[in-house]
């Protein structure tokens, strides 16, 4: 007598009275989709007198120094409980020839500071690949970086924050007075993030507004993330001097 067959009843669809049927690997394509499913976007913009203004220092791209204004870190797939995905397509780069037309666009601003200077590519590839590729099932590349610098286009930061009398002066602000200010200026509260300058002093580093899956409008945050700022914060100027 041959050796029993084990039963495999429970890969197939349908039962055992017919011809075995195709195995359709369905739980295991719905959970590599259900991975890159998000909640909503921060759309995070960073002030550039602040990033240099550390221990660290910063270093200008080497397409010139960046204009005196706030500039895009990244647009970020969330999750509701503050939680997010990171790094989801091994196997989707970041390719140039993919958005040759907004080159220009990013350079000006999607600037990189960080050392030694170089020319963006380092920088976009990785927020492409930590966060564009959890979004892949909304935004192709093109439409991932369009998207954030269409999302730039929509809130001049720095003037709300000076039709509100908070200036890149070196001052200190109250904590208060930025968020109102950016909340007058875009109907929504954002999230605001302090660095140390090498006093250790807080410094308004990152404001974060929350867009919709679709990448195109901000939306109230579902949550808000910690900032790491005090009641009262400095605005440091981003003069002319050589990084």
């Given at each position: 007598?041959?050796?029993?067959?084990?039963?495999?009843?429970?890969?197939?669809?349908?039962?055992?009275?017919?011809?075995?049927?195709?195995?359709?690997?369905?739980?295991?394509?719905?959970?590599?989709?259900?991975?890159?499913?998000?909640?909503?976007?921060?759309?995070?913009?960073?002030?550039?007198?602040?990033?240099?203004?550390?221990?660290?220092?910063?270093?200008?791209?080497?397409?010139?120094?960046?204009?005196?204004?706030?500039?895009?870190?990244?647009?970020?797939?969330?999750?509701?409980?503050?939680?997010?995905?990171?790094?989801?397509?091994?196997?989707?780069?970041?390719?140039?020839?993919?958005?040759?037309?907004?080159?220009?666009?990013?350079?000006?601003?999607?600037?990189?500071?960080?050392?030694?200077?170089?020319?963006?590519?380092?920088?976009?590839?990785?927020?492409?690949?930590?966060?564009?590729?959890?979004?892949?099932?909304?935004?192709?590349?093109?439409?991932?970086?369009?998207?954030?610098?269409?999302?730039?286009?929509?809130?001049?930061?720095?003037?709300?924050?000076?039709?509100?009398?908070?200036?890149?002066?070196?001052?200190?602000?109250?904590?208060?007075?930025?968020?109102?200010a950016i909340r007058a200026a875009t109907g929504h509260t954002p999230g605001i993030e302090c660095n140390r300058d090498e006093s250790?002093?807080?410094?308004?580093?990152?404001?974060?507004?929350?867009?919709?899956?679709?990448?195109?409008?901000?939306?109230?945050?579902?949550?808000?993330?910690?900032?790491?700022?005090?009641?009262?914060?400095?605005?440091?100027?981003?003069?002319?001097?050589?990084?």
């Amino acid at each position: 007598m041959g050796k029993p067959r084990k039963s495999t009843d429970s890969l197939y669809f349908g039962t055992m009275a017919g011809p075995p049927k195709v195995i359709f690997l369905i739980p295991l394509l719905l959970c590599l989709c259900v991975a890159q499913d998000f909640d909503f976007f921060y759309f995070v913009q960073q002030w550039p007198g602040s990033y240099c203004d550390t221990k660290a220092s910063c270093c200008y791209p080497t397409t010139g120094k960046p204009a005196a204004n706030f500039s895009i870190h990244g647009l970020w797939p969330n999750y509701n409980d503050g939680s997010y995905p990171s790094n989801c397509d091994p196997d989707s780069q970041f390719q140039p020839s993919e958005v040759s037309d907004l080159i220009g666009r990013m350079r000006k601003d999607w600037p990189t500071l960080a050392c030694p200077s170089g020319n963006g590519v380092k920088f976009w590839t990785h927020e492409w690949v930590k966060h564009g590729t959890c979004s892949e099932s909304v935004l192709d590349q093109h439409q991932y970086f369009e998207s954030a610098l269409k999302l730039k286009g929509k809130v001049n930061l720095v003037q709300a924050l000076q039709d509100a009398g908070i200036y890149p002066d070196g001052s200190t602000y109250s904590l208060n007075s930025i968020t109102e200010a950016i909340r007058a200026a875009t109907g929504h509260t954002p999230g605001i993030e302090c660095n140390r300058d090498e006093s250790r002093n807080p410094q308004l580093y990152q404001i974060y507004m929350c867009v919709d899956t679709s990448g195109s409008s901000i939306i109230e945050c579902p949550k808000l993330p910690r900032g790491g700022c005090s009641s009262q914060v400095e605005f440091p100027s981003f003069g002319s001097e050589s990084a």
